[in-house]
């Protein structure tokens, strides 16, 4: 079946960069997702990328597509600690209206 | 999370107790979700509603029943409670694949 994997910790220095990766199973989807959840709250989305494309930039966000490994990585400029937060990858499962969510990695930035 | 509305915030059962998580959404999209969140665990889909009227099970549908009441309500339930069902609960909501959630249900099964 579909999968969506991700490493669970990630610990930055601030105004370090940070980069986020994500590895999927279904490359048949039309975009690929980053969610962003902030403590006691839900998840909100973040960003995400069209899958024809291998990168697309959003002020201090950089989100890179490798097709063919399957990757996905965000990648956070200047890392503030109003970044620290849960992040997920998410890919849509096959033929249907359904997405399919990694473990989210939590980002700790630290001064 | 404007657009979804979730309760209550906080739950504690007893094993082999029922409730019903409650969930209304004012964006008038068509598809409506229930996750849990476990450690470690990412999000799981219980069940999702394509439509009102429809309803299908995700990947861990056992132990809860849903409803789509009308377009704006999609409610969560839970009829014999066991301390596995602890967790935290998200309703979503959207289209296209773009999701709205919720802010949370964390339920404690005792």
């Known amino acids: 079946g579909e999968d969506v994997e991700q490493s669970l910790f990630l610990s930055v220095r601030e105004g370090d960069s940070s980069v986020i990766n994500c590895t999927y199973t279904?490359?048949?989807?039309?975009?690929l997702y980053w969610y962003k959840q902030e403590p006691g709250a839900g998840l909100q989305l973040l960003t995400y990328?069209?899958?024809?494309?291998d990168m697309k930039q959003d002020q201090r966000l950089t989100v890179l597509l490798n097709k063919k490994d399957k990757h996905l990585s965000l990648r956070i400029a200047d890392t503030q600690t109003g970044d620290s937060a849960i992040y997920f990858c998410?890919?849509?499962?096959?033929?249907?209206?359904?997405?399919?969510f990694g473990t989210g990695t939590r980002l700790q930035v630290f001064p | 999370n404007a657009g979804v509305t979730q309760t209550p915030k906080f739950q504690v059962l007893k094993t082999g107790q029922s409730m019903t998580l409650q969930c209304a959404q004012d964006?008038?999209?068509?598809?409506m979700y229930w996750y849990r969140q476990d450690p470690g665990m990412g999000l799981r889909l219980i069940y999702y509603?394509?439509?009102?009227?429809?309803?299908d099970k995700g990947e861990v549908p056992n132990g809860y029943n849903v409803s789509r009441l009308n377009k704006r309500e999609f409610s969560l339930r839970l009829e014999s409670a066991a301390p596995s069902q602890t967790s935290v609960y998200f309703c979503?909501?959207?289209?296209?694949?773009?999701?709205?959630f919720g802010s949370g249900t964390q339920l404690s099964v005792l």
């Open positions: 964006m008038n999209h068509n598809s």
């Open positions: 998410a890919d849509p499962s096959y033929n249907t209206d359904k997405l399919i």
């Open positions: 979503a909501e959207g289209e296209n694949e773009k999701l709205f």
């Open positions: 279904d490359s048949s989807s039309t975009y």
């Open positions: 990328i069209f899958s024809n494309m």
């Open positions: 509603s394509a439509s009102e009227g429809t309803t």
